[in-house]
């Protein structure tokens, strides 16, 4: 099965790191497997992800060699090879933050245009390649928030729509609400296949494992805080209240779900602060309250300073391998929910633990491939 990928943001920071890996054929390079759930139970990725067209929309440079090197995510001496390729015009909505804050024009009058135009570009995409199969993913910045702006349509979801009416796979990386109840049922039609909501990279990871040890061990949490240091455009968008309130939503959901009936939901206070010298290397401070034996009160500080590309850049390669798997083994359209592990706030999901996840993945990635 020849499988294509098709990026929502190419230029962005992990879409450029992503590129860079794949673009210089570092298969041979054991250091591409590291930081992969997928490759660490299976040593390698599936071998047609290494010979994946690669493309997709934004509006900020004419090539994905541009992006790659206007985001300085890769030093000067990196490889780079075969990373010419246009990318596609940006689908620009009335709420998008290119739009409201960017001053860029939306570039369709409505979102049926914009959704017609998406579709064109996925058929063109998949005819040219000659590809059974198309993986549009979602690395742009969020979606508003309709509760603090009008309601407008964006593109994420002109987007989204497209995807799946075409019957290509979506993945929703960002916190953007762009997955409805009916678009899930409209997929099971299409036959398209959904992994989302928003990837869990780093700080969330460290959040649910700490959460599930606190409880296991008995221990009362009364309080996390949390705060946030970005410095790439993640960081800038996110930095602006009318896009960051999903993705503080999702980061707390994470406690919100309590394994023990015994103790109440503690005080959970989230941030994100918008440092520019920071670059991609995504800070992370956490701050947890908690009581012991006789109620004595703790405490414990946690530092997460990770480089926020590079960390999401194999995590997608593992949702891409874990869709490929799932087309492999004649999975119906619909959500993955066995891809969980890989999101904040993952879609149908039954487990909610860490352990959990990662067995529930296990058990999926060891179904036989059809014959």
């Known amino acids: 099965m020849k499988t294509g990928l098709l990026l929502v943001g190419a230029h962005g920071a992990t879409a450029s790191t992503l590129i860079a890996g794949l673009s ?5 390079d054991e250091t591409f497997r590291h930081g992969s759930y997928w490759c660490a139970l299976l040593g390698d990725f599936p071998l047609s992800v290494y010979s994946m067209p690669v493309s997709g929309w934004d509006y900020r440079f004419s090539s994905l060699r541009q992006a790659v090197e206007a985001n300085a995510i890769v030093g000067p001496d990196f490889p780079l090879t075969n990373t010419e390729l246009p990318t596609l015009p940006a689908i620009l909505g009335p709420n998008d933050y290119a739009v409201l804050v960017e001053g860029a024009a939306p570039t369709h009058a409505t979102e049926e245009d914009a959704i017609s135009a998406i579709r064109s570009n996925i058929h063109s995409f998949r005819t040219q390649h000659t590809l059974d199969h198309v993986i549009v993913a979602n690395l742009a910045s969020p979606m508003r928030n309709p509760e603090i702006a009008a309601p407008e349509w964006s593109s994420i979801s002109a987007y989204a729509t497209a995807t799946i009416e075409e019957g290509a796979d979506w993945v929703e990386f960002t916190p953007s609400d762009s997955i409805t109840a009916r678009m899930i049922a409209r997929s099971r039609e299409t036959g398209s296949l959904i992994a989302g909501r928003d990837g869990s990279t780093g700080q969330t990871v460290m959040k649910l494992l700490l959460r599930d040890f606190l409880y296991d061990r008995g221990l009362v949490l009364q309080s996390w805080y949390s705060t946030n240091l970005i410095g790439n455009r993640d960081g800038l968008v996110l930095g602006n209240a009318e896009y960051n309130t999903t993705k503080i939503r999702d980061k707390k959901s994470v406690l919100q779900t309590n394994p023990s009936e015994h103790t109440s939901t503690p005080t959970h206070i989230v941030s994100i602060n918008y440092i520019p010298p920071a670059g991609d290397n995504k800070e992370a401070w956490d701050c947890i309250h908690f009581s012991g034996w006789l109620d004595k009160k703790m ?22 391998s874990g869709l490929i798997h799932a087309r492999n083994i004649g999975r119906p359209g619909g959500v993955v929910a ?16 860490f352990d959990q996840q990662l067995q529930t993945f296990k058990h999926f990635v060891d179904q036989e491939i059809a014959p």
């Open 338 to 353: 066995e891809l969980g592990l890989f999101f904040k706030a993952p879609l149908l999901a039954s487990a909610t633990r």
């Open 299 to 320: 405490s414990m500080r946690i530092n997460w300073l990770g480089a926020d590309s590079y960390l999401a850049a194999p995590l997608l390669l593992d949702i891409i």
């Open 24 to 28: 210089s054929a570092l298969k041979d």
